[in-house]
């Protein structure tokens, strides 16, 4: 019989706000960010450009804005209520000027009086209707997708399967496969809870690509590898694999990855601030760096001066 736990560990990890899956909702928070802690705001820059955050008391992303240059940049605002997501607006600007015609506004209705329906309804700032969604879940978990709008109606069914640990949520287009993802858990000798998930993406119902992450028990990335199909031999083949090491706060060291035969290392060093958020990290042999400016919530400022 399947260890409870393990199955409560696969239906958290699948069913829980902000995991990225095709059409879904996505709610982002601090953590997203590789943040911690009461975070406010956080501006990264890097020698491509500049990325802004801004976070609520809750930890979610309320603001983000690209930078491309001085007169360039796209910015976009979530607002929430009671931790759901109500509206999501992307503002373009070019030469400092808003244009409306490729801005874009998200907005969504919550029908909860049985079973829970999200209506995600996507306009441009020029009034033009874009796109319908609407999310159907069952004991809330999404199980169907509509998508509506001129050219016609999709659906994505959603179905979960578990098997022998392993639990498989899949996306069907229209009747036609289009993605799965499989996610497992295993105790290792140590007690230590690890974690592997393998997406397969689907292109016309055949299979295209896929990748296979593993988890330690911190539900830190471990290793990645990428395959693509092989249509000759009909099965997947490795394209690329990474191994990540981190120190004992968890902090990234350095990945070591094999493209093609080719193997490559990168190390990472940090500047931390003192809540444990890096503020400065170089990349070598690269020599690239990034640096962040992070603002806290007065609130956690208080409490830590207590």
């Known amino acids: 019989m399947v260890n409870n736990y393990i199955v409560l560990l696969l239906i958290a990890f ?20 590789d943040l911690k802690g009461a975070v406010r705001s956080c501006l990264v820059s890097t020698k491509y450009g500049k990325e802004e ?22 910015s976009t605002h979530y607002s929430y209520v009671e931790g759901m997501l109500m509206e999501k607006r992307l503002e373009n600007y070019r030469d400092k000027i808003f244009v409306p015609a490729s801005s874009i506004a998200n ?18 700032y020029d009034k033009e209707f ?38 498989t949520k899949t996306y069907t287009l ?26 397969k993406q689907f292109l016309d119902g055949q299979p295209y690509l896929a990748t296979e992450e593993v988890f330690d028990g911190r539900n830190a990335l471990a290793s990645k590898t990428s395959f ?6 009909k099965q997947f083949t490795i394209e690329r694999t990474e191994k990540y090491e981190y120190d004992a706060s968890g902090m990234l060291l350095n990945i070591e990855s094999e493209t093609s ?13 003192p809540t444990g958020n890096w ?16 603002t806290y919530h007065e609130v956690a400022v208080e409490e830590q001066k207590k």
């Open 14 to 33: 699948l069913f829980r706000p902000g995991v990225s899956n095709a059409q879904e909702i996505r709610i982002f928070t601090v953590e997203d960010f």
């Open 53 to 74: 955050y801004e976070f609520n008391e809750e930890g979610l992303l309320t603001k983000s804005v690209t930078r491309y240059n001085d007169n360039d940049y796209d």
């Open 107 to 124: 907005i969504y209705s919550i029908d909860s009086t049985e079973n829970l329906k999200i209506t995600e309804k996507i306009i441009s």
């Open 130 to 167: 874009l796109d319908q969604y609407e999310y159907f879940y069952t004991n809330d978990t999404l199980r169907r997708i509509i998508r509506m709008n001129n050219e016609g109606i999709d659906e994505t069914l959603i179905s979960y399967d578990l098997v022998k640990g392993e639990l």
């Open 174 to 199: 229209n009747g036609v496969p289009e993605k799965s993802i499989r996610t497992s858990f295993k105790k290792d000798h140590d007690s230590i809870i690890s974690k592997t998930v393998l997406v």
């Open 228 to 233: 693509s199909y092989n249509t000759k031999v």
């Open 261 to 273: 035969g080719i193997p490559e290392k990168k190390e990472f060093v940090y500047q931390l601030d």
């Open 279 to 294: 503020i400065k990290e170089i990349i070598t042999p690269d020599n690239t760096y990034k640096t962040r400016r992070i």
